[in-house]
């Protein structure tokens, strides 16, 4: 019986993209072109093998900005029945900026169900990245206040003074690596103020 990989190696070859390996993939296609992206979205969920799903998902993180279908890539989440796959799509999400894909991402994110906290932390990074602030803070605080490690990178991102006094009052009780990511958020929104402060006239 033929593998899940030599199934998927043969469709690449037939469609004009042969490579060795899937873990060739990134390597020899980079940037990856709009018909290889295509194929491997297709195929993802026709694997059996859940470490070649993943393997598949991250050589995704090879296509241009703003090339991948969002629509497939959130149903491939959607779909997923294990963290590291949901992992992986999440970060490619977060890399790569699909297209149509906005209101998805913000539903996702909020949904308790969206897995582990690498995967939902990848959702949230994309929020930040995606989405302009006035529609990404409000997103990211009700994360927070579910999933604070996952939240509070992005939030150190695109929050503005409201979001560091939270991030201040919430280390106050924090404990271990929570506190340390909100130094780390707190200390780049404000410098993030610093650079928008006006300075001072001297006379």
Do not use: C
């Not at 873990?23 to 059996?48: F, H, N, V």
């Not at 491939?76 to 699909?98: G, M, W, Y």
């Amino acid at each position: 019986m033929i593998g899940d990989e030599a199934r998927l190696l043969a469709a690449l070859a037939e469609a004009g993209f042969p490579v060795s390996s899937v873990a060739a993939i990134r390597d020899q296609y980079d940037p990856l072109p709009s018909g290889l992206a295509e194929l491997l979205l297709e195929w993802i969920p026709r694997l059996e093998d859940r470490r070649l799903q993943e393997s598949v998902a991250w050589a995704l993180l090879a296509a241009p900005s703003g090339t991948l279908d969002g629509t497939a890539l959130a149903e491939l989440f959607d779909a997923a029945t294990n963290d590291d796959l949901k992992r992986a799509i999440a970060s490619v999400i977060h890399q790569t900026r699909p297209r149509n894909i906005d209101e998805w991402l913000i539903a996702a994110v909020r949904d308790r169900r969206s897995g582990a906290s690498s995967a939902k932390g990848g959702l949230a990074a994309a929020v930040a990245k995606m989405l302009p602030p006035e529609r990404a803070v409000p997103v990211l605080l009700e994360v927070f206040h579910d999933a604070p490690l996952a939240a509070v990178h992005p939030l150190g991102r695109v929050g503005d003074r409201n979001v560091r006094d939270v991030l201040a009052a919430a280390r106050l009780t924090a404990t271990g690596p929570l506190r340390r990511e909100l130094r780390q958020a707190i200390a780049r929104i404000e410098r993030r103020l610093a650079k928008t402060r006006p300075k001072s006239v001297r006379f």
